[in-house]
């Protein structure tokens, strides 16, 4: 694999990282099936895996840890806070009483003494953000954490958490990971073009559009999944915004097998074709989904096959707007009740 720069924080990283959201109890319970997969993603060249400390409460981060022992210098590591992980309501959120105690959390269970890459998983509207950088510095230089980043955040929080870091003298934000792909493209519009202009690495994930662009979804078809009734928004084939992705994945199909690929490949490959993309985040839940991703880091697509998806899919658009990963609160339907 070629290694790519992870924005300006001089470490190099894989075209693929190797997201670990499907291990434990949401997806794959079987730790040492799950410790086989971290292992062939490593010998294949992926020196990136990030995790959440949600992820299966906790269970993903100690099947990383398990992974990575006598492997964990080669591997750039990747967590996050912010989700809920108890009744308690300061059990949350980005405030410096939470992260401060989640990081103590998240190394115990990583078994690792620092973190790589401390990334906040999402806004938090009700916490000031140099509360949040405040902490981060800390941690830093405490050397719990080498780097700090965020995900999924608009683009004028990018702008303002750049600003109080400068103002503040606190370490920046220096990657974002945010949901890309070919049928999630609203962040071409001003993420990526904010985060090239402050040299950020950018983490894509949900390059396969949560499984719309893995070839399970197809006109016709019928598929049995939770993510249906738990998120019919995203995933109720009825609704008019996932008709047009479902319309989308046909020509997609077609795109892909006249050009030899699958669409699969087809997918991360255009994830990675952005020249703000350091690296996208795959998550696979079995070894064979593992293989069916790893030869997408060597494809490059032409400028024809390019010029065909933006017909299919007009740049920085989404089919679907619940796609994009947050809504503001300002937008959300109690908000708008005037």
């Given at each position: 694999?070629?290694?790519?720069?992870?924005?300006?924080?001089?470490?190099?990283?894989?075209?693929?990282?190797?997201?670990a959201?499907?291990?434990?109890?949401?997806a794959?319970?079987?730790?040492d099936?799950?410790?086989?997969?971290?292992?062939?993603?490593?010998?294949?060249?992926?020196?990136?895996?990030?995790?959440?400390?949600?992820?299966?409460?906790?269970?993903?981060?100690?099947?990383?840890?398990?992974?990575?022992a006598?492997?964990?210098?080669?591997?750039?590591?990747?967590?996050?806070?912010?989700?809920?992980?108890?009744?308690?309501?300061?059990?949350?959120?980005?405030?410096?009483?939470?992260?401060?105690?989640?990081?103590?959390?998240?190394?115990?269970?990583?078994?690792?003494?620092?973190?790589?890459?401390?990334?906040?998983?999402?806004?938090?509207?009700?916490?000031?953000?140099?509360?949040?950088?405040?902490?981060?510095?800390?941690?830093?230089?405490?050397?719990?954490?080498?780097?700090?980043g965020?995900?999924?955040?608009?683009?004028?929080?990018?702008?303002?958490?750049?600003?109080?870091?400068?103002?503040?003298?606190?370490?920046?934000?220096?990657?974002?990971?945010?949901?890309y792909?070919?049928?999630a493209?609203?962040?071409?519009?001003?993420?990526?073009?904010?985060?090239?202009?402050?040299?950020?690495?950018?983490?894509p994930?949900?390059?396969?559009?949560?499984?719309?662009?893995?070839?399970?979804?197809?006109?016709?078809?019928?598929?049995?999944?939770?993510?249906?009734d738990?998120?019919?928004?995203?995933?109720?084939?009825?609704?008019?915004?996932?008709?047009?992705?479902?319309?989308?994945?046909?020509?997609?199909?077609?795109?892909?097998?006249?050009?030899?690929?699958?669409?699969?490949?087809?997918?991360?490959?255009?994830?990675?074709?952005?020249?703000?993309?350091?690296?996208?985040?795959i998550?696979?839940?079995?070894?064979?989904?593992?293989?069916?991703?790893?030869?997408?880091?060597?494809?490059?697509?032409?400028?024809?096959?390019?010029?065909?998806?933006?017909?299919?899919?007009?740049?920085?658009?989404?089919?679907?707007?619940?796609?994009?990963?947050?809504?503001?609160?300002?937008?959300?339907?109690?908000?708008?009740?005037?």
């Amino acid at each position: 694999m070629d290694y790519a720069p992870l924005g300006r924080t001089g470490v190099r990283v894989s075209p693929l990282t190797l997201g670990a959201m499907n291990f434990g109890s949401w997806a794959n319970t079987d730790h040492d099936d799950g410790v086989r997969i971290i292992h062939r993603a490593l010998d294949a060249g992926i020196n990136v895996i990030d995790t959440a400390d949600v992820y299966s409460a906790g269970e993903s981060e100690e099947i990383v840890g398990k992974a990575l022992a006598g492997r964990r210098d080669d591997v750039v590591l990747a967590t996050k806070a912010h989700m809920p992980m108890g009744e308690s309501p300061n059990m949350a959120g980005n405030s410096r009483r939470w992260l401060v105690r989640e990081v103590e959390n998240s190394l115990r269970r990583l078994n690792t003494d620092h973190i790589d890459l401390y990334q906040i998983h999402r806004p938090d509207p009700d916490c000031d953000i140099d509360e949040t950088l405040g902490a981060l510095t800390d941690l830093v230089r405490d050397g719990k954490i080498r780097y700090a980043g965020c995900s999924t955040f608009p683009a004028h929080e990018i702008v303002e958490a750049h600003w109080v870091a400068e103002r503040r003298g606190r370490e920046r934000f220096v990657t974002e990971q945010p949901p890309y792909s070919i049928l999630a493209r609203g962040i071409e519009a001003d993420v990526l073009p904010v985060t090239r202009s402050y040299g950020m690495g950018v983490l894509p994930w949900s390059p396969l559009a949560g499984g719309w662009l893995s070839g399970k979804y197809r006109k016709g078809a019928k598929v049995e999944s939770p993510r249906m009734d738990r998120l019919p928004d995203r995933y109720d084939p009825d609704r008019p915004q996932n008709a047009a992705k479902l319309e989308a994945v046909e020509q997609l199909v077609r795109l892909a097998e006249d050009n030899g690929l699958t669409l699969v490949e087809l997918a991360l490959a255009f994830v990675l074709e952005h020249p703000a993309v350091s690296s996208a985040i795959i998550g696979p839940r079995t070894m064979e989904q593992l293989e069916s991703q790893l030869s997408a880091a060597d494809i490059r697509l032409s400028t024809e096959v390019l010029d065909r998806i933006d017909e299919i899919v007009p740049p920085g658009s989404n089919l679907n707007p619940a796609d994009a990963g947050w809504t503001p609160p300002a937008l959300q339907a109690a908000a708008r009740r005037r």
